[in-house]
């Protein structure tokens, strides 16, 4: 069974830098889909960003330009580089997976989460 473990939020000024990382265990990061998400106090959860088992990425409007999705397949372990961080990034960043076979995925196509992290973005 697979295992996600976030790593790397915490407190930030707004223009900041953060990496979050995840390690994954019982399954390889190269063989599903993986992305992360995120929920905000009081907000549903949203789609960040998304990486296919062929390295093609996608992400949400809100962070195109500034978040960037990367994995490191001998480290077994997913990354997203947030920069020129925004208060309104604030939120809990879960590190998901996708159903095997699954190319781009909605939140119904996810059969595993992490426990999240906190990302604070405040002067």
């Known amino acids: 069974q697979v295992q996600l473990a976030e790593s790397g939020g915490g407190l930030v000024q707004p223009g900041g830098s953060l990496r979050l990382s995840c390690a994954a265990s019982g399954s390889s990061v190269s063989t599903n889909a993986m992305g992360w998400y995120r929920q905000a106090p009081g907000k549903q959860r949203e789609m960040v960003a998304q990486?296919?088992?062929?390295?093609?990425?996608d992400y949400a409007d809100s962070v195109k330009g500034r978040f960037t999705i990367s994995r490191d397949i001998a480290k077994n372990t997913l990354y997203l580089q947030m920069n020129s961080l925004k208060p309104e990034d604030t939120a809990v960043y879960y590190c998901t997976r996708a159903k095997y076979g699954t190319s781009w995925f909605r939140a119904s196509d996810l059969d595993a989460w992490g426990q999240g992290t906190l990302v604070t973005v405040s002067s």
């Open positions: 990486i296919t088992t062929g390295g093609s990425t």
